[in-house]
C-alpha cells in the first residue's frame, strides 16, 4: 500500500498480517494429523477464524484495555468485582464455544480428543494468550475434580459445556462454569507445603478457610481449587466464588498483579475470610491431588509457548517476505535464510514436542507407557520449550527491525508474554527436580522415555550415538542435582529430534540432529547452521507459511 505526504511517499512498509488460517498454513499440524490418522475435526474452520482481522483486533484491544479492580459498589459495599473489556469476553465465548476449555468425558469414545483441543489451544495462543490462562484452569480441573465423585457430579457438566456465563450468580444455576486455582502463598511460592490457610471443618461437611494466596488467576472464575491445612494435613478444597444461595463467598481482592505480560488476563492477591471450601479427596494428600490440574496446565504451558514461537516465526518471515534491503528482500538475502531456518526448525521441534504430549494424554488412561510418557515427557517439554521461547521470540523480533519493537506489532506483545510459561506451574528448576525424581524412582517412567527416544533410531547416526549415551546416564541413574538442568535439555533435544526424525523431511531432521547434537559447542545464537543445500533452504523456508 502506498501513501502520500507532503514530505515523502511510503512504500515498503509490510502491511499487517491478517485473512490467513492459522491452520492450513501451518503444514506441521495437518502432516501429524495425517500421519497419525487423527481426525482434525473443525481445527481448519477455527484457524480462519483466528486469522480474521475481527478476531486479531479482539485480542488486541484485550491487551490494551486491562483488568480493573472494583472493590467497591457506589454504595461503599465490598463487591469484589473485576470488569474486563468487552473484547475479554468476546474471546472467552469463541474460545469456550470451540470445546478448547472442555476436559473429555470419562471413557470418550471421540479418539485424539486431548490432541484436539490442544491445537485448538496453540491455535488460539497465537492471537491472544492472556485469556487462555482460565481456559486452560478449567479443562485442568476436571481431573482433580473426579477426586471427589459427588462434586464432580455437579460442576463437571458446566465446566465442560462449552457455554460462556460471565454472570455473578449462584454456580449451579448458570449455563456454563470456570475454573481457577489459587496455591501459592507470599512465604513460599511454589513450596506449597510452607502455605499457611488453615481449613477448619464444619458440621455440615464444608470447610471455612482462613488464609491467603499470593497469585489467583482469573479470580473472576465461578470456582477455585486451592490448598489448605486441617486436622488431617494440606488438603485440596474447591471454594466457589458464590455460593448456592446467591451470597458472595469469604473471598476478598486484595488487589491486581501489574505484569509485564499477559496483560488481558487478572491476577490477583487474595483473602480468604472465612470462606466455604468443599473437600476434594484424600485431605491428607491434597498437593498430589492438585497436581492432577498442575500436570495438564504445564502441558498448555507448554502447548502455549510453542504457539508464541511459532506466531513469531510467521511474522519474521511474513516481513522478511515482504520488506526489501539493500536492493532484494530480506527472505533472499542469505544470512537472513539462516536464521529463519534454524527458527524453523526450533519452532517445529517444539511444536511437535507438544502435539506428542497431548497425543500421549489421549492415550494415558489405557497404556501405561504413554502414562508415564505424559507425566515426565511434559515436565522435560515444558522445562525445554518454555525456556527456549524468550530468545526464540527475541530473535523473531529482531528480523522486524525496530518495526517489530513498537507496541504496533504483535512481536511486541509476544515478547512480553514469552517468559510466562516458564514461570506458571513451576519454573525450570521445579520442572527439572520433577524430572530427575520421577526417573530415579519410577523405572517405567525411564522406560517410557527410552521407548520413545528409540522410535527415532536407525536413520541418523549422529542421533544413534548420542541417544545410547543419554541412555548409558539414565540407567545409572547417577545424575547429580547439579548438573540436572543440562541432563533434562539434554533429554529434551533428543525427545525433539526424535519427532522430527519421525514427522518432519529428512532435509528438516538432518539439519536439526546436525546443529543441536553434531556441534557440541552450538552458539548460543540463531542463525548459526552449517552450509546447506540450496533446495533445502528453499524446502525449509518455503515450508514455514503456506496460504
Known amino acids: 500500500m502506498k501513501s502520500e505526504f507532503l514530505t515523502h511517499e511510503v512504500y515498503n512498509q509490510p502491511e499487517e498480517l491478517s485473512g490467513y488460517n492459522l491452520f492450513d498454513s501451518d503444514v506441521t499440524l495437518s502432516s501429524f494429523f495425517k500421519v497419525n490418522g487423527a481426525d482434525q475435526g473443525d481445527l481448519s474452520d477455527f484457524g480462519k477464524l483466528l486469522g480474521s482481522s475481527l478476531v486479531i483486533d479482539l485480542g488486541r484491544e484485550a491487551n490494551e ?9 457506589k454504595g461503599g459495599n465490598r463487591i469484589d468485582q473485576v470488569e474486563f473489556h468487552p473484547s475479554w469476553h468476546r474471546l472467552m465465548e469463541m474460545t469456550i464455544s470451540r470445546g478448547v476449555a472442555s476436559f473429555p468425558e470419562l471413557d470418550d469414545p471421540v479418539r485424539d480428543a486431548h490432541l484436539r483441543r490442544a491445537v485448538g489451544l496453540y491455535l488460539v ?24 465423585p459427588a462434586l464432580a457430579r455437579v460442576w463437571e457438566p458446566l465446566l465442560r459445556s462449552r457455554v460462556y456465563d460471565s454472570s455473578t450468580q449462584n454456580p449451579l444455576q448458570k449455563a456454563g462454569l470456570t475454573m481457577g486455582m489459587a496455591m501459592t502463598e507470599k512465604q513460599g511460592g511454589s513450596d506449597v507445603r510452607s502455605n499457611s490457610t488453615q481449613a477448619k471443618p464444619l458440621d455440615d461437611g464444608t470447610y471455612e478457610l482462613i488464609g491467603h494466596k499470593w497469585f489467583c488467576s482469573a479470580p473472576m472464575s465461578d470456582g477455585f481449587l486451592t490448598l489448605a491445612y486441617g486436622p488431617e494435613g494440606q488438603g485440596c478444597f474447591l471454594v466457589p466464588r458464590i455460593l448456592e444461595d446467591g451470597c458472595k463467598n469469604g473471598i476478598r481482592i486484595e488487589r491486581l498483579k ?11 492477591e487474595i483473602e480468604f475470610l472465612g470462606a466455604v471450601g468443599f473437600p476434594v479427596g484424600d485431605l491428607s494428600r491434597g498437593v498430589k491431588t492438585i497436581m492432577d490440574m498442575v500436570g495438564f496446565c504445564r502441558l498448555d504451558s507448554l502447548v502455549g509457548s510453542a504457539a508464541h514461537m511459532r506466531q513469531s516465526l510467521v511474522q519474521a518471515v511474513w516481513f522478511a517476505a515482504k520488506r526489501s534491503a539493500f536492493s532484494k528482500r530480506l527472505v533472499e538475502h542469505e544470512l537472513m535464510r539462516n536464521v529463519l531456518v534454524d527458527l524453523a526448525l526450533e519452532s517445529k521441534a517444539s511444536t511437535l514436542m507438544a ?64 517468559p510466562l510459561n516458564g514461570i506458571w506451574e513451576g519454573a525450570g528448576n521445579v520442572n527439572a527436580l520433577d524430572v530427575r525424581r520421577a526417573l530415579a524412582k519410577e523405572p517405567l517412567a525411564a522406560a517410557a522415555v527410552e521407548i520413545e527416544l528409540k522410535k527415532g533410531s536407525g536413520s541418523n547416526r549422529v542421533y544413534d ?13 547417577t545424575f547429580e ?67
Open 258 to 268: 501489574d505484569k509485564l505480560g499477559n496483560r488481558s488476563n487478572a491476577s490477583a
Open 481 to 547: 542435582e547439579w548438573g540436572t538442568r543440562t541432563f533434562v535439555s539434554d533429554l529434551g533435544v533428543l525427545l525433539q529430534a526424535s519427532l522430527m526424525i519421525r514427522f518432519a523431511s529428512q532435509a528438516e531432521s538432518n539439519a536439526f540432529v546436525k546443529s543441536r547434537l553434531e556441534l557440541h559447542s552450538r552458539p548460543l545464537i540463531y542463525g548459526a547452521i552449517d552450509r546447506m543445500e540450496k533446495s533445502d533452504v528453499d524446502e525449509i523456508v518455503d515450508g514455514i507459511f503456506r496460504l
Open 355 to 418: 502435539l506428542r504430549m497431548a497425543q500421549a494424554a489421549d492415550g494415558s488412561g489405557s497404556d501405561e507407557v504413554e502414562a508415564q510418557l505424559k507425566r515426565v515427557g511434559v515436565a522435560i517439554s515444558k522445562f525445554l520449550v518454555c525456556k527456549r521461547a524468550p530468545g526464540f521470540v527475541a530473535e523473531a523480533m529482531e528480523c522486524l527491525g525496530g518495526s517489530g519493537y513498537v507496541e504496533d506489532s504483535m512481536s511486541a506483545r509476544l515478547f512480553r508474554e514469552s
Open 465 to 477: 550415538a548420542a541417544v545410547a549415551s543419554v541412555l548409558d546416564q539414565l540407567k545409572s541413574r
Open 125 to 148: 495462543s497465537q492471537i491472544e494468550a492472556g485469556h487462555g490462562c482460565p481456559v486452560s484452569m478449567t479443562h485442568a480441573s476436571v481431573p482433580t475434580l473426579r477426586h471427589e
Open 65 to 73: 484495555n486491562p483488568p480493573k479492580l472494583k472493590a467497591y459498589d
